[in-house]
């Protein structure tokens, strides 16, 4: 009876282990996917084609003033501050020396969650001369640029959203009518 015994217990260990062969181990085997199939490759951001604005007019400048201490005025044509469909905040900005000289340039600012910008355009004589190669430049990782920090933190983009503004939000913002609890993310009481 032992021989019996051994013998069917040695056939039942065979066709367990062809049994367990034949489960599919999906834990051991197959990774799980990455993502769920619900969750779909995004669209690559593209940047749309605009046009260089006209000079800026005087009437138009809206100063604004920075937290960190600059020898310069800074000011944003309010005429010609756009918000492509790409979500580009586009602006022609104008830094004035203490002398009086100013530096002209037409940029682009995208409201990541770092922040980029872009210089499109330099400006002299009352005329813009565009860049052929100007590249995108984080904003966080350019130590001492506080006016795009500035730009980015304060006054182009809504706090935590990482939207721009609405125009009107951002004119608000750079003539200093934003009160700081606007500008922490809040929501309004």
Same mark, same amino acid.
Request: glycine fraction near 8%.
């Given at each position: 009876m032992?021989?019996?015994s051994l013998?069917?217990?040695l056939?039942?260990?065979?066709?367990?282990?062809?049994?367990n062969a034949a489960?599919?181990?999906?834990?051991?085997?197959?990774?799980?996917?990455?993502a769920?199939?619900s969750v779909?490759?995004?669209?690559?951001?593209e940047?749309?084609?605009?046009?260089?604005?006209p000079?800026?007019?005087? +009437?138009?400048?809206?100063?604004? #003033?920075?937290? %960190?201490?600059? $020898?310069?005025?800074f000011?944003?044509?309010g005429?010609? =501050?756009a918000i492509g469909?790409?979500?580009v905040?586009?602006?022609?900005?104008?830094?004035?020396s203490?002398?009086g000289?100013?530096?002209?340039?037409?940029?682009?600012?995208?409201c990541?969650?770092?922040?980029?910008?872009?210089?499109?355009?330099?400006?002299?004589?009352?005329?813009?001369?565009p860049?052929?190669? +100007?590249d995108?430049?984080?904003? #966080?990782n350019? %130590?001492?640029d $506080?006016?795009?920090?500035?730009?980015?933190?304060?006054? =182009?983009?809504g706090?935590?959203?990482?939207?721009?503004?609405?125009?009107?939000?951002?004119?608000?913002?750079?003539?200093?009518?934003?009160?700081a609890?606007?500008?922490?993310g809040?929501l309004?009481?």
């Open positions: 032992p021989l019996v013998a069917l217990m056939m039942l260990t065979l066709a367990s282990s062809t049994v489960k599919p181990r999906a834990f051991i085997d197959e990774a799980e996917p990455a769920p199939s779909r490759e995004g669209k690559a951001w940047e749309e084609a605009a046009a260089l604005p000079w800026p007019q005087e +009437g138009d400048l809206v100063e604004f #003033r920075l937290d %960190s201490p600059s $020898s310069f005025r000011f944003i044509d005429r010609h =501050l469909r790409d979500g905040v586009r602006y022609t900005l104008v830094a004035e203490a002398s000289a100013r530096n002209v340039s037409v940029e682009g600012l995208r990541t969650v770092n922040g980029a910008f872009r210089v499109y355009a330099y400006g002299s004589g009352d005329a813009f001369r860049l052929a190669d +100007g995108w430049q984080a904003i #966080r350019r %130590s001492g $506080s006016l795009h920090e500035e730009l980015h933190g304060h006054f =182009l983009c706090p935590r959203t990482f939207e721009p503004r609405p125009i009107k939000d951002i004119l608000r913002a750079l003539g200093g009518q934003i009160q609890r606007e500008n922490a809040f309004p009481d």
